[in-house]
């Protein structure tokens, strides 16, 4: 008898440059086919600045060919479009390696590390205090600085934590995980969603970080009102766990790996860098609420903050470069994906097709009501969210056509933003494209079907919450 093994194909992603480089090459043949055409613009005066916006009901239709030249992009606009896209994101691009190497010094002096581990050590065995306290730092660490794949090492830090407490291995999977990322969801001085977004359209300052703010409690409230029902429940009757039956294994094997969150001594140095952050993080926030401080001057406070960390910690020189460098390395990424992601851009501006596409989205929602347009805005871009886990790079590919329609349904452009984060945070939340969700729960040791059984109601909330948040923000 012959042996026949049957595999099954595993369900791949495009890689983000791939998918990025095969939109250039859609909008560019979509230039051939797709009428040319404008709005016209005007200069509004706003309470943040002047800004530049379409004028609702003045399209008009622009000839393919003509005189002026030809409007159809070809194979060379195609293969400029990389190198066009990261010239016209050039600010944003190196915003984003900037604030990334501060926060290569940062991490290097080891001072968040040592501190959280400093804080579990003294809180002890009082879990009651801890996991509010855990998840409301982690939420603010999403909050105003994206904080992602940085927080696994503490995966495996909370899940000894937990088990030792009588816990089980999902509870240490939602603290770190739901902290920060709940966190990214109601981003309010985030350099990588917020401040890249109003960036790519043309918002200067933050000028809904008070409705933000109102909105990061609100959502940090719940998800630690979630977790510890979940964390009582599950110590009032540990056999409700999914989880219940590895982790008794788990707990055989565990106490030999305490040593490993007490390695981390927090020094003097360490606790005059994490004052100084915070310190940095309340100036950012005055500065841009009162000074209108924009990516200049936010690159330059973490710029401080990122050589205090270096000088304090005696790195030395070199140390400090090279960590730095690291630093930008780390997020070389997301400012790659910004910039070639512009070249979209470019293209469907040098065809002029971009405002024909608006003219007929709005034209197709005229007279939606807003609860629907948010509703199926936020579905959208949930979805799309899945395949571009960045906020970042999200924001550079949704940005230019979201913000402009949003504008031209008479609604508030930082409805657009307010999306943006909303909805990339809502995506690596439920599907398993973030690293951070497939490496968290790796760790963990639970599955991919144990969190959705859990938490879909949790997260079913969080999407209703986020598409009220999300109208709000276009009626302020």
């Given at each position: 008898?012959r042996?026949t093994?049957?595999t099954?194909?595993k369900?791949?992603?495009p890689?983000?440059?791939?998918?990025?480089?095969?939109?250039?090459i859609?909008?560019?043949?979509?230039?051939w086919?797709i009428?040319?055409?404008?709005?016209?613009?005007?200069?509004?005066?706003?309470?943040?600045?002047?800004?530049?916006?379409?004028?609702?009901?003045?399209?008009?239709?622009?000839?393919?060919?003509?005189e002026?030249?030809?409007?159809?992009?070809?194979?060379?606009?195609?293969?400029?479009?990389p190198?066009?896209?990261?010239?016209?994101?050039?600010q944003?691009?190196?915003?984003?390696?900037?604030?990334g190497?501060?926060?290569?010094?940062?991490?290097?002096?080891?001072?968040?590390?040592?501190?959280?581990?400093?804080?579990?050590?003294?809180?002890?065995?009082?879990?009651?205090?801890?996991?509010?306290?855990?998840?409301?730092?982690?939420?603010?660490?999403?909050?105003?600085?994206?904080?992602?794949?940085?927080?696994?090492p503490?995966?495996?830090?909370?899940?000894?934590?937990?088990l030792?407490?009588?816990?089980?291995?999902?509870?240490?999977?939602?603290?770190?995980f739901?902290?920060?990322?709940?966190?990214?969801?109601?981003?309010?001085?985030?350099?990588?969603?917020?401040?890249v977004?109003?960036g790519?359209i043309?918002?200067?300052?933050?000028?809904?970080?008070?409705?933000?703010m109102?909105?990061?409690?609100?959502?940090?409230?719940?998800?630690?009102?979630?977790?510890?029902?979940?964390?009582?429940r599950?110590?009032?009757?540990?056999?409700?766990?999914?989880?219940?039956?590895?982790?008794?294994?788990?707990?055989?094997?565990?106490?030999?790996?305490t040593?490993e969150?007490d390695?981390?001594?927090?020094?003097?140095?360490?606790?005059?860098?994490?004052?100084?952050?915070?310190?940095g993080?309340?100036?950012?926030?005055?500065?841009?609420?009162?000074?209108?401080?924009y990516?200049?001057?936010?690159?330059?406070v973490?710029?401080?903050i990122?050589?205090?960390?270096g000088?304090?910690?005696?790195?030395?020189?070199?140390?400090?470069?090279?960590?730095f460098?690291?630093?930008?390395?780390?997020?070389?990424?997301?400012?790659?994906?910004?910039?070639?992601?512009?070249?979209?851009?470019?293209?469907?501006?040098?065809?002029m097709?971009?405002?024909?596409?608006?003219?007929?989205?709005?034209?197709?929602?005229?007279?939606?009501?807003?609860?629907?347009?948010?509703?199926?805005?936020?579905?959208?871009m949930?979805?799309?969210?899945?395949?571009?886990?960045?906020?970042?790079?999200?924001a550079?590919?949704?940005?230019?056509?979201?913000?402009?329609?949003?504008?031209?349904?008479?609604?508030?452009?930082?409805?657009?933003?307010?999306a943006?984060h909303?909805?990339?945070?809502?995506?690596?939340?439920?599907?398993?494209?973030?690293?951070?969700?497939?490496?968290?729960l790796?760790?963990?040791?639970?599955?991919?079907?144990?969190?959705?059984?859990?938490?879909?109601?949790?997260?079913l909330?969080?999407?209703?919450?986020?598409?009220?948040?999300?109208?709000?923000s276009?009626?302020?």
């Amino acid at each position: 008898m012959r042996n026949t093994t049957l595999t099954k194909k595993k369900l791949t992603f495009p890689h983000v440059f791939s998918l990025v480089f095969f939109l250039i090459i859609v909008t560019a043949i979509a230039t051939w086919f797709i009428p040319s055409g404008s709005f016209a613009r005007q200069e509004v005066k706003t309470s943040i600045g002047t800004r530049t916006v379409a004028v609702a009901g003045s399209y008009e239709g622009v000839e393919k060919v003509s005189e002026d030249g030809d409007l159809r992009q070809g194979f060379g606009s195609i293969l400029m479009a990389p190198v066009k896209g990261m010239q016209a994101a050039a600010q944003v691009v190196f915003f984003v390696l900037v604030v990334g190497g501060a926060f290569g010094i940062i991490e290097s002096s080891g001072a968040i590390v040592a501190g959280l581990s400093a804080l579990i050590r003294k809180l002890g065995k009082k879990d009651y205090l801890l996991i509010p306290i855990i998840l409301v730092l982690f939420s603010l660490a999403g909050s105003t600085n994206g904080m992602g794949e940085e927080a696994i090492p503490f995966f495996a830090v909370f899940l000894t934590l937990c088990l030792q407490m009588g816990y089980d291995s999902l509870l240490a999977f939602f603290i770190v995980f739901f902290g920060c990322r709940v966190g990214c969801v109601v981003s309010t001085i985030n350099p990588f969603s917020v401040l890249v977004s109003q960036g790519i359209i043309g918002i200067t300052g933050n000028p809904q970080l008070n409705f933000r703010m109102i909105a990061w409690v609100v959502y940090t409230a719940l998800t630690v009102a979630w977790v510890m029902w979940y964390a009582n429940r599950i110590k009032k009757n540990p056999e409700k766990s999914l989880c219940y039956e590895s982790d008794r294994k788990k707990r055989d094997e565990i106490m030999a790996k305490t040593a490993e969150m007490d390695a981390h001594e927090f020094t003097v140095a360490q606790k005059l860098i994490c004052a100084v952050y915070v310190i940095g993080l309340v100036v950012m926030v005055y500065g841009l609420m009162k000074l209108d401080w924009y990516m200049d001057e936010i690159c330059a406070v973490f710029f401080v903050i990122g050589l205090f960390a270096g000088i304090v910690s005696r790195m030395g020189e070199k140390k400090m470069a090279v960590s730095f460098l690291t630093g930008m390395k780390d997020f070389m990424f997301t400012a790659a994906v910004i910039g070639l992601a512009k070249g979209i851009l470019v293209v469907a501006q040098d065809g002029m097709i971009l405002d024909t596409i608006l003219n007929a989205l709005v034209n197709m929602l005229n007279g939606t009501p807003t609860v629907i347009f948010v509703v199926l805005l936020y579905i959208v871009m949930v979805l799309f969210g899945a395949l571009v886990p960045s906020s970042s790079g999200m924001a550079a590919l949704t940005m230019p056509v979201i913000a402009p329609l949003v504008e031209l349904m008479g609604m508030n452009p930082e409805a657009a933003v307010t999306a943006l984060h909303h909805c990339c945070g809502m995506a690596v939340m439920i599907f398993p494209t973030g690293s951070i969700l497939v490496a968290g729960l790796a760790i963990c040791g639970c599955t991919l079907p144990q969190y959705w059984k859990t938490t879909w109601k949790f997260l079913l909330t969080l999407g209703i919450m986020s598409c009220i948040t999300i109208g709000i923000s276009a009626v302020l």
